[in-house]
């Protein structure tokens, strides 16, 4: 399965961006990590497929929400009120198996089996 992401670039801090991945096949659950310089690669979003299900990171929780379109096998995360500590490379993911659904293991990157590559988001004034 292969993973494409697009909808990075320059933003003000206050503003908004939407991110877009699509899936080349079937995954359960598709979300998104990030990585700011010098920093590890934190989680931030998820959603399952089938029951929906989001997951968020505390520090986009109210900010983000993650969306899904079955139609087109992609996934969408909205980010609104960016905050300079929001600027990073936002890294779309796939998972290949089915997890309970409620389960920690989709904050974590071991629920993932398939990355895309990296988009970047610039907060700055």
């Given amino acids: 399965v292969q993973l494409q ?5 320059l933003v003000q801090p206050g503003g908004s961006l939407r991110l877009s991945c699509a899936a080349s096949g079937r995954t359960y659950a598709m979300g998104w990590f990030r990585q700011a310089p010098g920093k590890e690669r934190e989680f931030v979003a998820a959603i399952l497929w089938s029951a929906g299900s989001t997951y968020f990171a505390d520090s ?31 890294y779309c993911v796939g998972s290949g198996r089915r ?13 993932y089996h398939y990355w895309g590559q990296g988009t970047q988001v610039t907060v700055s004034s």
């Fill in 5 to 9: 992401a697009s909808g990075g670039g």
């Fill in 99 to 111: 997890y309970n659904s409620g389960s920690s293991i989709y904050y974590t990157d071991k629920a």
């Fill in 60 to 90: 986009v929780k109210g900010r983000f929400t993650i969306s899904r379109q079955n139609a087109k096998n992609t996934v969408y995360l909205q980010m609104n009120s960016l905050e300079p500590e929001d600027t990073a490379v936002y």
